[in-house]
Nanobody
Framework: QVQLVESGGGSVQAGGSLTLSCAAS????????MAWFRQAPGKERERVVS????????YLADSLKGRFSASRDNAGNTLRLQMNNLKPDDTGVYFC??????????????????WGQGTQVTVSS
């Protein structure tokens, strides 16, 4: 069974940086998407970034380009999310997720079958 273990959340002031990591284990899918979602209080869960296992293609939400970036370590099967110039609106719980298949750039949260426990990111003004 796939396990996702997240780390790296915390509290920072606006303009600061954080790096989130998600380590996946027991992945047996031939092709799959790994992703970071986030959810702010009272808001729907939204996709931050997703990566396709076959070619490490990165699909980053347009609104986050220029501040966030992601990469995947093939050897360790770890997905990292680098967040720079953080804003208070980035506050929320960040979840790592995984699903088999492709179409990583469009798939919504309801299509993901494995989830991490979530890690809190708090950005103060």
């Amino acid at each position: 069974q796939v396990q996702l273990v997240e780390s790296g959340g915390g509290s920072v002031q606006a303009g600061g940086s954080l790096t989130l990591s998600c380590a996946a284990s027991e992945v047996t899918y031939t092709f799959y998407c790994m992703a970071w979602f986030r959810q702010a209080p009272g808001k729907e869960r939204e996709r931050v970034v997703s990566i396709f296992s076959r070619d490490n293609g990165v699909y980053l939400a347009d609104s986050l380009k220029g501040r966030f970036s992601a990469s995947r370590d093939n050897a360790g099967n770890t997905l990292r999310l680098q967040m720079n110039n953080l804003k208070p609106d980035d506050t929320g719980v960040y979840f790592c997720a995984l699903r088999s298949g492709w179409d990583c750039g469009q798939a919504g949260p309801h299509t993901y079958t494995q989830w991490g426990q979530g890690t809190q990111v708090t950005v103060s003004s």
